[in-house]
């Protein structure tokens, strides 16, 4: 079975602080995406890499960064979290593109 | 991005009862999948459909594939407690590439 496994399933931090949410898969799958869930915008893409040190933007990536420097690994980073990044994120990873295998979430709280 | 529209945003109802979900987009889509997402955890995968009018099932679930590649359709018949959870749609982002857009979910309640 794919295994996805994000790092922490909880986080609270205080504005300004930056943040890594890191994401760890064990298929060999080229594809990693970050997303962010909200209550009645189902699940928006932040950003997605091919390859490592490959990215590209999704509909949402102000404010977040990634860093994929190994195939398996794929973090997103919020430079200066502010509140309004309170969320759920989860990361997903695929190998032929459409069926994607998720993490099993981070509800971020920023303060 | 593109937007997958789906319906109802939310549904309440008795256990046993047979529940009907859909999913529109503005454009054509050449993929179609449904994930489940059980609360506190990450979506999972329930049906894939490839080919427009492609009916598939999955135990309890169907999902259809609509002919005019605008639209899908899943079903539940006779809902159980654990079918409590989200329901989303998902397609292939401008049907191109591995990045995957997402309706905003069906959230779905089951009264035993």
Known sequence: DVKVTQSSRYLVKRTGEKVFLECVQDMDHENMFWYRQDPGLGLRLIYFSYDVKMKEKGDIPEGYSVSREKKERFSLILESASTNQTSMYLCASSLWGHEAFFGQGTRLTVV | ?112
């Open chain 2, 1 to 112: 991005g593109q937007q997958l529209n789906q319906s109802p945003q939310s549904m309440f109802i008795q256990e046993g009862e047979d529940v009907s979900m859909n999913c529109t987009s503005s454009s054509i889509f050449n993929t179609w999948l449904w994930y489940k997402q059980d609360p506190g955890e990450g979506p999972v995968l329930l049906i894939a459909l490839y080919k427009a009018g492609e009916l598939t099932s999955n135990g309890r679930l169907t999902a259809q594939f609509g002919i005019t590649r605008k639209d899908s359709f899943l079903n539940i018949s006779a809902s159980i407690p654990s079918d409590v959870g989200i329901y989303f749609c998902a397609g292939p982002y401008n049907n191109a590439g591995n990045m995957l857009t997402f309706g905003g979910g069906t959230r779905l309640m089951v009264k035993p």
